[in-house]
């Protein structure tokens, strides 16, 4: 059995804690894309754990996988496996010998790369983790992979031979100044002790193979994926994308099975009862209310609205696990759902932050969008098209606070009636089923409907 955790809108939806609930039932959880920017939220037994890059499972004592799929910054997966055994845990993570690696001055460019385009509407807002500028390498044929690490002579072969492009990358066409980070003799000495410790730690495995080997052995397997799916390289809102496949396509080529063990299995897409947001980008349901200089901020939010807003982002605590910004806030955005519904194959949805919306006169749904006078119910192709429609809402009566974690012990019916009404909606315009309802950030606060491992 396997089951692919996607998420179905712009990040954040609370992918880590489905992973966490279902994650005991499963023997391995597979990362298939994406880095350290990625931040999942685990709550176990009141302890708050925020990874960024080892599975969540990790969390539960469960084999994690980091896929090939993956780019890998060995100084924070090792700092995160530390911490974890600081805890008391004992994280068993392996990493894909065919994953590519992040350097120091793929996060320094970057860095450059955000600040020339910040005086400019092509800011991305990315994390500054280097991710993008790895892939890029990847695509390039240039980049070194964690089996390279093991490998002292090849590894200061690549380091010659890409170091210098980067540098000249940097100086000739930036401007900017060099340092350390691309010191070839000090990027040796670090990197190959980084894979000195995954030998001895017997680390690496050929990701492919080994969840195959897992699998006949009569393994379940969970395959987790970071950020969510308009922000998919090719799916998402292009350029305000990031550099992977968080759809469940690249659960296949992030891991090395085939479409087939895929999409034989459950795809459970992780839905917030709202919409936020991290960075540019159009978010036609936008609510406002962020104050700063948040890349993206919508004007179109003022008065009510940004009361609204902040009401949502202050009891959803909505900032960034990895940058701790200020998350934009919209409501929830059916055309974005429909579009990921398609693109995924959700077999079933996970709602989560349900009782974020507590107190509130009424929640909204962007329905559809009118464009150039057409109503139209999913994404447009282009980002230029997305920022030109205008949300169609649909309004439901607002449910009072409740005590969520009687709820959660009591099941669906002891839900809200309005609650219930609005889940229904999500239900029937996706024409798939609810699994699962959280309430809460704690893996007991979630109203389980049916589990995806039975």
């Not at 000090?186 to 193979?209: H, I, N």
């Not at 063990?261 to 540019?280: D, H």
């Not at 036609?284 to 008065?303: A, I, Q």
């Not at 699994?435 to 007991?444: I, T």
């Amino acid at each position: 059995m396997t089951v692919t955790i996607v998420g179905s809108q712009l990040g954040d939806e609370g992918k880590g804690g489905v992973v966490d609930l279902w994650g005991d039932a499963v023997d391995v959880v597979a990362r298939y894309q994406g880095g350290d920017n990625a931040g999942h939220t685990v709550v176990e037994d009141g302890t708050e754990y925020k990874l960024s890059l080892v599975p969540s499972g990790a969390v539960r004592g469960k084999v994690g996988v980091l896929g090939n799929g993956c780019v890998v910054n060995p100084s924070t997966l090792f700092e995160e496996i530390d911490d974890l055994r600081e805890r008391g845990l004992d994280p068993d993570v392996r990493v894909a010998r065919r994953a590519h690696v992040i350097f120091p001055y793929h996060r320094v460019l970057d860095g450059i790369e955000e600040d020339v385009k910040s005086d400019s509407d092509m800011k991305v807002g990315t994390t500054g983790r280097g991710i993008g500028p790895t892939y890029e390498d990847k695509a390039g044929r240039r980049g070194i992979r964690v089996a390279d690490l093991l490998d002292s002579e090849g590894l200061r072969e690549k380091l010659e031979y890409v170091v210098p492009q980067k540098q000249r990358l940097a100086e000739d066409v930036f401007g900017v100044e060099t340092g350390e980070e691309f010191d070839i003799a000090s990027l040796y000495e670090e990197y190959k002790s980084y894979g000195e410790r995954l030998a001895d730690e017997d680390m690496t495995v050929e990701a492919g193979q080994f969840l195959t080997d897992r699998i006949a052995d009569g393994d379940d397997v969970m395959f987790e994926g970071a950020q969510g799916t308009l922000i998919d390289i090719d799916h998402g809102n292009y350029p305000y994308v990031t550099s992977s496949n968080p759809t469940a396509g690249g659960a296949a080529t992030g891991t090395g099975l085939s479409p087939g063990i895929v999409g034989g299995g459950e795809i459970v897409g992780i839905v917030k009862a709202y919409l936020t947001r991290v960075g540019s980008g159009p978010l036609p349901t936008e609510l406002g209310g962020v104050v700063g200089d948040t890349p993206g901020y919508d004007e179109r939010g003022e008065g009510d609205n940004e009361d609204v807003a902040e009401y949502i982002r202050e009891e959803g605590g909505e900032y960034g696990t990895v940058t701790g910004r200020p998350r934009r806030v919209g409501w929830l955005d059916m055309p974005m759902l429909r579009h990921s519904a398609r693109t995924n194959g959700f077999t079933g949805l996970a709602v989560n932050h349900i009782d974020v919306l507590s107190d509130l006169d009424e929640v909204k749904v962007g329905h559809s969008y009118d464009l150039d006078g057409e109503e139209i119910y999913t994404v447009p192709a282009t980002t230029e098209r997305w920022s030109d429609c205008e949300p169609n809402f649909r309004t439901f009566d607002g449910w009072d606070d409740v005590n969520w974690s009687d709820v959660a012990d009591e099941g669906y019916d002891a839900i809200p009636e309005n609650a219930r009404a609005y889940l229904e909606y999500v239900s029937d315009e996706l024409d798939t089923d609810v699994y699962a309802v959280g309430v809460g950030p704690g893996r007991e606060e979630t109203v389980v409907l049916e589990n995806p491992l039975e």
